[in-house]
């Protein structure tokens, strides 16, 4: 069972760099999301796809962009990297509905900016 | 909006002996509440949640939680932890009825279990 899955696991970018994130997931969910996890800080969403065709602004969003490519493939997309963005990135995915559904996560991105 | 507070960012605790990580939340309409588990170099999973019913809560792995209205509280319980508990818990709200954009952690409390 694949789940989530995200690529790459681990990247290293200079400042002002661009890169994207790749995500997809094979259990049918209609939902998908973008977390990142600082130390101390728990997860914070940065955009989240409610379904095929829609996305929506987080509590992060700045500095980053997203395209939800069909129901199984959502990227995440740093246009012009900053250190701030050095962080361990999560995909995750949900069965649509009702907020009270469970969340699904990828292993994580790890990202390092210099 | 809602808010979770956890307690505790860390817990070091004997293999055997019982556990609580303390989690209280704000919110001024119905909520549903859940931990998940992260255990080192993973993704998060589910440990178990609330949605309505009983306010006591069977999760994987031994653990259990408890809904606390008057108290805005879900703790999680273990009775006896062993060294694969080793882990940072997330608890996490969302409002009745929102978004699932709308869930909201914790900052996490690291589980250290000893032999």
């Known amino acids: 069972n694949a789940g989530v899955t995200q690529t790459p696991k681990f990247q290293v970018l200079k400042t002002g760099q661009s890169m994207t994130l790749q995500c997809a997931q094979d259990m049918n969910h209609n939902s998908m999301y973008w977390y990142r996890q600082d130390p101390g800080m728990g997860l914070r969403l940065i955009y989240y796809?409610?379904?095929?065709?829609?996305?929506d602004k987080g509590e992060v969003p700045n500095g980053y962009n997203v395209s939800r490519l069909n129901k199984r493939e959502f990227s995440l997309r740093l246009e012009s990297a900053a250190p701030s963005q050095t962080s361990v990135y999560f995909c995750?995915?949900?069965?649509?509905?009702?907020?009270?559904?469970?969340?699904?996560f990828g292993e994580g991105s790890w990202l390092t900016v210099v | 909006a809602q808010s979770v507070t956890q307690l505790d960012s860390q817990v070091p605790v004997f293999e055997e002996a019982p556990v609580e990580l303390r989690c209280n939340y704000s919110s001024s309409v119905s909520v549903y509440l859940f931990w998940y588990v992260q255990y080192p170099n993973q993704g998060l999973q589910l440990l178990l949640k609330y949605l309505s019913g009983s306010t006591l809560v069977k999760g994987i792995n031994g653990f259990e939680a408890e809904f606390n209205k008057s108290q805005t509280s879900f703790h999680l319980r273990k009775p006896s932890v062993h060294i694969s508990d080793t882990a940072e818990y997330f608890c996490?709200?969302?409002?009745?009825?929102?978004?699932?954009?709308?869930?909201?952690f914790g900052k996490g409390t690291k589980l250290s279990v000893k032999p």
């Open positions: 796809s409610a379904s095929e065709g829609t996305t």
């Open positions: 996490a709200v969302s409002i009745y009825g929102g978004s699932q954009g709308n869930l909201i």
């Open positions: 995750a995915s949900s069965d649509e509905g009702y907020s009270g559904n469970t969340i699904y």
